[in-house]
């Protein structure tokens, strides 16, 4: 039986293997008060996962929320205000 393999290696490439785009990384960038807000209100999350929260974890979980919120009506007036025909 003979072995048949790609010639090429185009043909094999795997999509994953390839680095990040200037636009992938610049999204990413625009982004990312938003994904550090969400790591926040996860960290608090995660304090009270074994114990009952306290005043002070309740006061954390408060605002880490509002932080999410924050960071994604922001990130959705950019995204809106960089649309051509966007919301004005």
Same mark, same amino acid.
């Given at each position: 039986m003979k072995h048949i393999g790609a010639v090429r290696a185009v043909v094999t490439a795997d999509d994953f293997d390839r680095e990040p785009t200037a636009a992938e990384l610049d999204a990413i960038e625009q982004e990312m008060p938003l994904i550090l *807000? =969400?790591? $926040?209100?996860? $960290?608090?999350? /995660? /304090?009270?996962?074994?114990?009952?929260?306290?005043e002070l974890d309740a006061? =954390?979980? =408060?605002? *880490?929320? =509002?932080?999410?919120l924050a960071a994604r009506r922001t990130l959705a007036n950019t995204a809106a205000a960089t649309v051509p025909g966007g919301a004005a």
């Open positions: *807000a =969400r790591v $926040d209100l996860l $960290d608090a999350q /995660i /304090i009270t996962l074994d114990r009952p929260p306290s006061r =954390r979980l =408060r605002r *880490a929320r =509002r932080k999410v």
